[in-house]
């Protein structure tokens, strides 16, 4: 009987084991940004005084924005600034002039073909 345990716990455990590794995925930025993760699709936020892109990726392959926009909205401290993000080359992109601070707190509303796609925060550090 003790062996019967014993075998039953080994198979829970690597059956968990393989389950985390292929519903976990590196999360890590790529292109020097901010990554939230999203229904498995990484939404990485590279933010400058006057570029804003996010880079989407799923399991670290990039996803064609086409037919893509995002409605970004910047908290910085009292002031508010909303921006649209459009397709550009690889990554949703807009440029202008942009309060991203430390402790700038931003959502993105992601829509593909005008449907909600995903929502994803981030404190800029």
Known sequence: MKFNHALLALAISVSGTAFASEKDHDSKPVHGGVVTQ????????VASASKLQLHVRDHGKAVD???MTAKVTLLAGTEKQEVELKPAAAALEASGSFKVGAGTKVVAAVSKAGKSVASVR???K
């Open 38 to 45: 999203a229904k498995d699709i990484d939404y990485e936020l």
């Open 65 to 67: 924005v086409s037919g």
């Open 122 to 124: 981030y404190t800029l």
